[in-house]
């Protein structure tokens, strides 16, 4: 008898003789049914929808739809305003615009005018720039009648000039535009009553419609100091306002202090 292994088929398993073969066959199945368990396993989030949540939202989106096919009436105004309303009446008047002392008033509208309009070439403190822009403080253009500030505002100026002792060649373009009367009167306040100057007019619709009527009097564009030099003792008819007097805050009117 020969001592030589028999040979191995390859179409056969190769099982050793202590594999148990029932047992092996067992462990496959249990690893296929643990595995075909954890392929049915979901993320949380995508479990079902239960059917109770499904039926509670229906009801709402029925609820919600009937509400808004019902909206004309729902929300007209018949239905929300009991019949016979009336509204009530205020008992304290018609508004009033707000009033201040004139001086008062003048100074904080002159001010937050020239902030905007002529403050970036004189400064804010009115002295200029020394070289191109002259000074407002102590000129002796400003401390004078109002129609020689009010043509320069209006109408711009052109060529030279001289201010405290220097000559000035500047080219200034019209600052008034659109400027009301109230304006024009708060802004020539402001400039003749602010860093040392002391005019002290306080400049009603008289005197402003005169400054108007010279104003447009004056042709050729720009004024020139020549212009100017016309009108530094002009006399501005009517009486000027006093600092007792209040002003609507609106629209300049001088407003009685007996309403």
């Not at 008898?1 to 179409?11: G, I, L, Y």
């Not at 047992?23 to 199945?29: I, P």
């Not at 500047?170 to 600052?175: D, L």
């Amino acid at each position: 008898m020969s001592s030589e292994p028999t040979p191995v088929d390859p179409k056969k398993p190769d099982l050793e003789e202590s594999t148990n073969v029932r047992e092996a066959h067992a462990d496959v199945l249990r690893t296929a049914t643990a595995a075909a368990r954890e392929q049915h396993l979901r993320e949380n989030g995508l479990e079902p929808v239960s059917v109770w949540i499904m039926i509670a939202g229906f009801i709402v989106a029925l609820v919600g739809g009937s509400v808004l096919l019902s909206s004309g009436e729902f929300f007209s105004y018949d239905s929300l305003v009991r019949e016979g309303y009336v509204q009530a009446v205020n008992e304290s008047g018609p508004e009033v615009d707000p009033t201040a002392p004139v001086v008062d008033a003048y100074m904080k509208k002159g001010g937050s005018i020239y902030a905007t309009r002529c403050a970036s070439c004189h400064t804010p403190g009115g002295t200029g720039d020394g070289a191109n822009f002259p000074p407002l403080a102590g000129s002796e253009w400003v401390n004078t009648s109002g129609a020689v500030p009010s043509l320069v505002i209006l109408h711009g100026l052109a060529g030279q000039i001289e201010v405290a002792g220097k000559t000035y060649n500047g080219n200034m373009p019209p600052m008034g535009d659109g400027l009301t009367d109230f304006e024009l009167a708060a802004l020539l306040y402001f400039i003749q009553n602010s860093w040392g100057n002391e005019v002290g007019k306080i400049y009603g619709p008289e005197q402003i419609a005169e400054i108007r009527k010279i104003a447009d009097s004056v042709t050729g564009g720009q004024t020139t100091a020549e212009e100017l030099k016309k009108h530094l003792d002009q006399e501005l008819p009517g009486e000027y306002l006093t600092e007792d007097k209040q002003i609507n805050l609106k629209t300049g009117e001088v407003v009685d202090a007996a309403q």
